[in-house]
């Protein structure tokens, strides 16, 4: 099991408010990915979680019962972090296994157990070798043996895959997507790339300035956005925002259109004209960055090729199913 | 061409990294070559380099008339207890200021600097009284406390970097996998720091071996060590080159022979977060 709750969690460093009062239900067994700008307290409330900070105001449940007051060791929770933080003096076998040892396993079981994580992940090969003899990769591969092999209540990934190369981060993510789902474990995972949060989980909490945002399915945040945070956050490129005339005609003081929700048209069609200022195009898509006057800065997308290009003339016209309204304060206007 | 610059340079530096590296040691060389010659040779103007008479007789005068193996092993308790003490003060105090540090860490290292920045002859009169009072004077136990208090600062900040670059995540990392303070610090913080206290060791052994404003006026023959041996030959019946180079020899010969076998620790505990 591994039902994960918080109610009310609060953080404070001095008089610095990093975590606002965050409640959240995390589902036994789900991925969830924390999310958000550097410096909105993801990592801090994955710290807490853990039990590596302590909160400064709230509770955490862990299958029901409160831990703040439990060591990490004590939580059964695993980590794997940013720097992956393997212990250079030992062996892959000894770093996976360290945990094990330090419950007091049996020599054979801990060997039986790393074995058999190590099969999972590929790694048995290199099981003496010490990680600075192991490529980035799989020096990853052995942070997440060392969380796997401890069977614990919930992974807790701290921006695990921000140090590979972009190409090893998509196979990673998958990989780590996959091997979640097969043992069905809870995972809490943070980041700071959208993709990433949007790929993973099961549900992304969204977080800006120590506050949740949002709490949704990837799809419920990208179609029915809470507010202008999250609507400007989820989605690439960056939803288009425009105010003044056309927004009060739709009763809102802000309106948001995707660049894929704006079709593109020739000049006078209707819609918001412009000039290109930059044509990107990459075959699959064709993003076109428009300067439309008072209305500034508008991005399109065009799924395939376009061959349009800076300086011509358009009209975008926003797709009135998709247009997302906010009021004055910033939040989603519905109906 | 610029191949064969390139090699001309290596050879230049080459040479003058070797000269300058014996004009380093040259003190120490024709210090060993004096204790071999008689005192008359070792006074000789011009001076004989390695054409003299070699005679071992001023070890066997040396250690006649002040026993050698009495001081050596005052110097080894004085240095070794010295050390081993300051080192038990500094690892939890240096292991607290780098992983749990306050708002006033950095003042409180930096008070601690600057008890070296007095120059010790500021307290002689003080700590003489203060010894003579309590009855260390001319104790081992009085030079190990006044050696250990002296060497601390620099012991606790040479921990303190060390420490410091051990990364926090590795020791959370240990707490996450269950570790209790104890064992991380038996199966992952000391394995990790093993480099830097043998540095940490090193250097203070030999700052402590080579000490000897307060051993020299703290001791006179009870508790004296190495270095009041040698003084011994300095001045009472003037000035005996020859024997003096043999008791200097003997002096350094241990510590000579432990920094040798150990120089690839001493360079890296030194230069240690030097470069990175």
Same mark, same amino acid.
């Given at each position: 099991m591994g039902q994960i709750t918080l109610q009310d969690v609060q953080k404070s460093f001095g008089p610095v408010h990093i975590i606002k009062g965050a409640d959240l239900d995390i589902a036994d067994g789900s991925f969830v990915v924390f999310v958000g700008p550097s410096g909105c307290g993801k990592t801090t409330l994955l710290r807490l979680i853990a039990g590596l900070e302590d909160v400064s105001g709230g509770k955490i449940l862990i299958d029901g019962k409160n831990v703040v007051d439990t060591p990490p060791a004590k939580r059964g929770l695993s980590m794997v972090f940013q720097s992956y933080a393997l212990y250079p003096h030992m062996s892959v076998r000894g770093n996976i296994g360290f945990g094990l040892k330090m419950a007091g396993l049996p020599k054979d079981e801990i060997n039986r157990k790393v074995e058999a994580a190590a099969a999972t992940l590929n790694l048995s090969p290199y099981l003496d070798r010490k990680p600075r003899e192991l490529s980035g990769g799989q020096r990853q591969r052995v942070a997440i043996g060392r969380a796997i092999v401890r069977e614990p209540k919930a992974f807790l990934f701290d921006e695990p895959l921000s140090n590979l190369d972009a190409a090893l981060r998509v196979q990673m993510r998958i990989e780590v997507t996959r091997l979640q789902k097969q043992l069905g474990t809870t995972a809490i995972y943070v980041t700071h790339d959208q993709v990433e949060a949007m790929t993973m989980a099961d549900k992304i909490v969204v977080l800006n300035g120590g506050k949740i945002e949002q709490y949704g399915s990837p799809l419920e945040l990208y179609e029915r956005p809470a507010n202008l945070f999250v609507a400007g956050f989820i989605g690439s490129p960056k939803m288009n925002f425009v105010t003044g005339e056309s927004a009060l005609q739709r009763g809102a003081a802000t309106i948001g259109v995707r660049p894929e929700h704006l079709k593109i048209e020739r000049? &006078?069609? &209707?819609g918001w004209q412009g000039t290109i200022s930059v044509a990107e195009h990459l075959g699959s898509d064709t993003f076109l960055y428009v300067d439309a006057g008072p209305l500034g800065m508008l991005t399109a997308r065009y799924i395939g090729e376009l061959s349009l290009h800076a300086g011509d003339r358009v009209s975008l016209v926003p797709d009135p199913a998709r247009i997302h309204r906010f009021d004055d304060g910033g939040n989603a206007l519905r109906g | 061409m610029a191949r064969i610059a390139t090699r001309q340079r290596v050879v230049i530096s080459t040479i003058g990294a070797w000269l300058f590296g014996f004009l380093i040691f040259f003190p120490i060389l024709w210090m060993v070559l004096a204790s071999f010659k008689t005192e008359l040779e070792a006074f000789a103007i011009p001076p004989s380099f390695l054409f003299f008479h070699w005679t071992t007789e001023n070890y066997a005068t040396v250690q006649e008339r002040s026993d050698y193996f009495h001081h050596a092993m005052n110097s080894v308790i004085i240095a070794g207890g010295s050390t081993l003490i300051a080192l038990l003060i500094a690892i939890p105090a240096a292991w607290s200021m780098a992983f749990s540090p306050t708002k006033r860490t950095k003042d409180i290292l930096l008070w601690m600097l600057s008890t070296k920045m007095m120059p010790p002859v500021g307290v002689l009169v003080p700590i003489y009284l203060i010894y003579k009072t309590v009855g260390l004077l001319d104790s081992r136990i009085g030079l190990v406390f006044i050696l250990c208090l002296g060497n601390l600062p620099i012991v606790i900040w040479m921990l303190f970097t060390y420490f410091k670059e051990i990364p926090r995540d590795i020791l959370e990392a240990a707490r996450m996998d269950g570790a209790t303070i104890g064992r991380e610090l038996v199966y992952v913080l000391t394995p990790m720091a093993i480099p830097g206290l043998a540095s940490t060791l090193l250097l203070n052994l030999i700052l402590a071996w080579n000490e000897a404003f307060w051993t020299l006026n703290l001791s006179t023959s009870n508790a004296a060590p190495l270095t009041t041996f040698i003084a011994s030959y300095s001045s009472p019946e003037g000035l005996f080159w020859a024997k003096l180079s043999a008791a200097s020899t003997l002096a350094i010969a241990p510590i000579l022979v432990l920094g040798w076998f150990s120089q690839k620790q001493l360079v890296r505990g030194l230069t240690f977060g030097a470069v990175k």
């Open positions: 000049e &006078g069609a &209707g | -």
